[in-house]
């Protein structure tokens, strides 16, 4: 009886809810249940991260996720105003690695998309745990994070386990590419648009594997085709993504727009992403005050989710006005960042410094509170 009971829940949830109009399951509520086992854990932190970026996308102003491959980064991130963060596909060199335990190296397996998310979480909610004992007013909620999904040439299972091992760490949102890896004989791994159909497979994977745990964890499907053939994927993909992107070739408008404008003459008011890294890096880079024109023009376009490279949030050379002002206005280029490395001391993404991170007093409190108990055991 207990499982009719969730199945016909499940079933009025994805009927009823504006979350789920557009989202297309070639699968029913029966067969999610089924693999849920008899216990289900709650993935709170996708969960609420979810339902909070889901609210966000449907805000006036446009959410900007800045990228970064540490915890401490994303702490810094949050206090210069991010509502979101991004991880990008992996670490390297200057990521995680280098940022959180020197010792390790950069490619370490451990090192995975799924592990920084986690690590972020625990940042995070330590930063919480000194705000609260510092008596100051309640932590802003904690931001969802959006996290790549290295699939390469991965089919419909690899994509559930991959999702359910990054919403099991607290993802709110994966984006998945349309790109299919294959090593050439020993040779560099080449890259190709793998068949629509094989990406859908890998969608509804990834869509099961977040209804299995109860999770309305969003889905990024960003294809590498050109502009022109861009659309038409794209549009393939949407029944079974909650958000659409492609891969710019610059820091292009009107490419932006004939995008935009193919998908939301099929889909009026589907979810859009852009990537904004081709504004940061190479010959085309901006500006910061033409960079904070093309965020306002490309919101103006349905590009609600705005992925801000790492080229822009380098931990060591950041500062919180220079990066995320007031509004999520101008994200300033590395060039004016790096010249503000040192300025403004009070205003400075403070990522090198551990004391004031993480208070000796605060210590003290903990080891004060434990060592008050009656002192009778023997």
Not at 121 to 138: D, E, M, R, T, V
Not at 148 to 172: K, P
Request: net charge neutral.
């Amino acid at each position: 009886m207990s499982l009719e009971i969730d199945i016909l829940e499940l079933e009025r949830e994805w009927a009823t809810h504006a979350r789920w109009a557009r989202v297309v399951r070639p699968y029913g509520a029966a067969d999610v249940v089924r693999l849920r086992g008899t216990v289900q854990v709650d993935p709170t932190l996708a969960r609420r991260g979810a339902e909070r970026l889901w609210t966000l996308l449907h805000s006036p102003r446009p959410v900007r996720a800045p990228s970064v491959l540490g915890g401490n980064a994303a702490v810094q991130m949050v206090r210069a105003g991010a509502e979101a963060i991004h991880v990008p596909p992996g670490p390297d060199a200057d990521g995680a690695g280098a940022e959180e335990s020197p010792a390790l190296p950069a490619g370490d397996p451990s090192w995975t998309v799924s592990s920084v998310v986690r690590r972020i979480h625990a940042f995070l909610g330590w930063a919480g745990h000194l705000q609260a004992s510092q008596g100051a007013a309640a932590a802003a909620a904690r931001p969802p994070i959006v996290a790549d999904a290295a699939t390469g040439s991965a089919g419909a299972l690899d994509a559930f386990e991959t999702v359910t091992r990054l919403v099991e760490a607290g993802a709110a949102c994966v984006r998945l590419e349309d790109d299919d890896c294959a090593h050439a004989d020993g040779g560099p791994v080449a890259k190709a648009l793998a068949p629509p159909q094989a990406i859908v497979d890998r969608l509804v994977g990834a869509r099961l594997a977040a209804d299995v745990l109860g999770a309305p964890a969003l889905l990024v499907a960003r294809t590498h085709a050109p502009t022109e053939h861009a659309a038409s994927r794209a549009i393939a993909f949407a029944p079974y993504a909650d958000v659409l992107s492609f891969e710019p070739s610059g820091p292009d408008l009107e490419e932006a727009r004939r995008f935009s404008e193919a998908v939301h003459a099929m889909l009026p008011g589907k979810l859009l992403a852009y990537d904004l890294s081709a504004a940061f890096d190479g010959p085309a880079r901006l500006g910061a005050g033409a960079v904070a024109a093309l965020q306002r023009e490309l919101a103006g376009m349905g590009y609600r989710l705005q992925i801000v490279p790492r080229e822009a949030v380098s931990r060591r050379v950041s500062t919180a006005d220079a990066l995320l002002p007031r509004g999520l206005e101008g994200i300033g280029v590395r060039v004016e960042l790096r010249e503000a490395r040192f300025g403004a001391e009070e205003r400075m993404l403070r990522l090198t410094r551990h004391p004031r991170e993480v208070p000796p007093a605060w210590l003290d409190h903990v080891a004060r509170i434990v060592a008050s108990r009656p002192r009778d055991v023997r």
